[in-house]
């Protein structure tokens, strides 16, 4: 009995040390097992984190790398990373800090700061000719198209990033006082110019009636400038006129494409239709444009009605072709055209016609090149914004901007001519019209 008892008690003692042992191996591969998973998930962790920031890294940069389409740019008052949001409290802070640390605060005018800064945005869009009028520029614009307005006129634009005559106005102060079609405007009494756009520049110039202007001009070809003093009067011009030369030839003068040039043109049309001219020359220089329903009107009364006068491209890239309306009475007389380096958008838009159409010869010296429409849009408070929507081209396809409209005969017009009042250019356009209608 004792002796069973005692081989029952190292039977158990073996089987609790086994069982011990097992306990202890567990124990010890659970910690092997615990270490080596650790180790795992760190390495995992390691390797995660750095894709992700590597992928991130590679967004940020993309994202800080390009400019935000403005199309798809997400204007938000609030500081955010996302992409192609834009960060529009930027503005309210400066906003803000102007408001409460700039030394004249009590003297600023807040809509006068909101005009600058749609001024500002539109600058920003490197069209010179998208523009922002405030209620006073918008009635001067109104009148400028209507043809009536105190200054010295000329028209104004930017060509290779300088202040640029694109043509003094027929009989103008301007004209009379020797500014040219290209001529480029470095000072306005005494402020360059350099720094200014075209509203600045007009504001600067226009002027009441009776008072001057002093223009630093540099002239084409010359190397020194000149100053040039305007004295300001009240612009009101013809928009088209017609005089009759020798030989029965209708000289016919489109100035501006304005408001009153369809009465202006018909009134001309039927002096010529009743002389029975047997020639026409249309002189389009130092026309610097305007409205372009007035060139497809115009246009209309030259060519049959179904031709195309001008095609428009949308920022879709989209063409639409605009077309003669109807009323031709001169397509069937011989006719050359004048142009110069003042003959400009609607004027050029409706050379082109010509050429393309009628194969008219152009005559003279390169156009100025402004190949975009824009669209004048009324806004609350009487101020108003005129924006480019589209870019136009000939009917054959040629878009001009900046290259202009090449004539088919050159002729220059030299500052001796300008000097002693020739005209070369009228000159052979007489030539050329004689030998038409032999």
């Known amino acids: 009995m004792k002796s069973e008892n005692f081989e029952e008690k190292i039977t158990q003692e073996i089987v609790e040390d086994k069982e011990k042992?097992?306990?202890?191996?567990?124990?010890?591969?659970?910690?092997?097992?615990?270490?080596?998973?650790?180790?795992?998930i760190v390495i995992f962790l390691l390797v995660g984190s750095f894709f992700l920031g590597y992928k991130k890294g590679q967004q940020n940069y993309s994202l800080n790398d390009k400019n935000v389409p403005l199309e798809k740019a997400i204007i938000e008052n609030k500081i955010s990373s996302q992409n192609e949001k834009v960060d529009f409290s930027l503005f309210w802070k400066v906003w803000d800090l102007v408001k409460e640390k700039h030394v004249e605060k009590n003297n600023l005018d807040a809509q006068k700061m909101v005009y600058g800064a749609i001024n500002g945005?539109?600058?920003?869009?490197?069209?010179?000719?998208?523009?922002?009028?405030?209620?006073?520029?918008?009635?001067m614009f109104s009148q400028d198209i209507a043809g009536s307005f105190e200054g010295i006129g000329a028209e104004l634009g930017i060509k290779?990033?300088?202040?640029?005559?694109i043509a003094p106005l027929d009989g103008s102060p301007a004209q009379k006082a020797g500014i040219r079609s290209g001529d480029k405007i470095l000072k306005i009494d005494e402020k360059s110019s350099l720094e200014l756009t075209i509203d600045q520049a007009v504001d600067l110039i226009r002027g009441k009636k009776g008072t001057q202007v002093k223009l630093?001009?540099?002239?084409?070809?010359?190397?020194?400038?000149?100053?040039?003093?305007?004295?300001?009067?009240t612009i009101k011009l013809d928009?088209?006129?017609?005089?009759?030369?020798?030989?029965?030839?209708?000289?016919?003068?489109?100035?501006?494409?304005?408001?009153?040039?369809?009465?202006?043109?018909?009134?001309a049309m039927n002096k010529i239709i009743n002389a029975k001219s047997k020639g026409i020359i249309l002189d389009l220089r130092d026309n610097p444009g305007g409205l372009l329903d007035k060139s497809i009107s115009i246009a209309s009364r030259m060519m049959p009605q179904g031709k195309v006068v001008v095609l428009e491209e949308d920022n879709k890239g989209e063409k639409n072709s605009l077309y003669t309306i109807g009323g031709d009475k001169l397509s069937s007389i011989p006719m050359v055209v004048l142009i110069n380096e003042g003959s400009a958008s609607a004027s050029?838009?409706?050379?082109?016609?010509?050429?393309?159409?009628?194969?008219?010869?152009?005559?003279?010296?390169?156009t100025f090149g402004k190949g975009s429409?824009?669209?004048?849009?009324?806004l609350p408070g009487g101020s108003s914004v005129k924006i480019t929507v589209a870019k136009w081209l000939t009917p054959k396809g040629d878009y001009i901007m900046e290259k202009g409209i090449s004539p088919d005969i050159e002729v220059e017009m030299t500052n001796d001519d300008y000097e002693n009042k020739r005209d070369p250019q009228l000159d052979k356009a007489m030539e050329e019209i004689k030998e038409k209608i032999k």
């Not at 042992?21 to 180790?39: A, P, Q, T, V």
């Not at 945005?121 to 009635?139: H, I, R, V, W």
């Not at 540099?218 to 020194?224: F, K, P, V």
Request: cysteine-free.
């Open 21 to 40: 042992k097992d306990l202890e191996n567990m124990e010890k591969n659970l910690h092997i097992f615990k270490r080596y998973s650790f180790l795992l």
């Open 121 to 139: 945005m539109l600058s920003a869009t490197g069209d010179p000719y998208s523009n922002f009028f405030n209620p006073q520029e918008s009635k």
């Open 239 to 267: 928009s088209a006129k017609v005089e009759f030369k020798d030989d029965d030839i209708a000289y016919l003068k489109i100035i501006k494409f304005s408001d009153d040039v369809d009465a202006q043109f018909n009134s």
């Open 348 to 366: 050029e838009i409706l050379a082109g016609a010509l050429k393309d159409n009628r194969g008219l010869t152009l005559i003279g010296e390169k």
């Open 160 to 165: 290779d990033e300088i202040l640029t005559v």
């Open 216 to 233: 630093t001009i540099l002239h084409n070809g010359d190397q020194e400038t000149t100053e040039i003093i305007v004295i300001r009067e």
């Open 373 to 378: 429409v824009q669209q004048l849009m009324d």
